[in-house]
């Protein structure tokens, strides 16, 4: 019986993240939380480097916290995470809310698109709500929460092993 209660609490949640319109939420929500990454950095050598950064505007987060200016999503780092990105001399920091981008989206783009900025700070960093750009990171700090993904493509540059 407590199996069968956890498939159905399993399966609303699923239909919930979908009705929200966040496919990676709701896989998450059917396969449960991945564990975050185990970092073998210390707190100086966090990950780093250049990435592609793609744009994004969702009602809901994959948190459970509504969109605003500081959401960023990625699938490889847990939910909570703080990371500052830098575009063009302006730089900006965001803390990861949600997971994204997908993985056909990650692997089109010549440099991986390993993070989302929220239009918002898109827009603040390069002038356009909708883009698509090579951008530096620096993880600040290790968030608590969910991982999407612990592998795929960009997973060795999103731990700042690339």
């Known amino acids: 019986m407590r199996k069968r209660t956890s498939q159905t609490l399993a399966a609303v949640a699923c239909c919930a993240a979908l009705s929200a319109g966040t496919a990676q939420a709701a896989h998450a929500a059917a396969t449960g939380p991945a564990a975050p990454p185990s970092p073998s950095h210390s707190a100086d050598t966090l990950p780093s480097g250049t990435a592609t950064a793609t744009s994004f505007w969702d009602g809901v987060t994959a948190s459970g916290l509504p969109m605003r200016y500081q959401t960023i999503a990625s699938p490889y780092w847990p939910l909570g995470t703080t990371v500052k990105i830098t575009y063009g001399g302006r730089s900006a920091i965001g803390v990861v809310d949600d997971f994204g981008p997908a993985e056909w989206a990650v692997a089109q783009h010549d ?34 929460g969910r991982v999407f993904r612990s592998a795929g493509t960009g997973y060795d540059l999103a731990m700042g092993r690339d």
């Open 111 to 144: 440099i991986p698109a390993i993070v989302d900025l929220s239009a918002e700070m898109m827009a603040d960093l390069t002038g356009a709500r909708s883009n698509s750009v090579h951008v530096r990171f620096q993880v600040l700090s290790w968030g608590t």
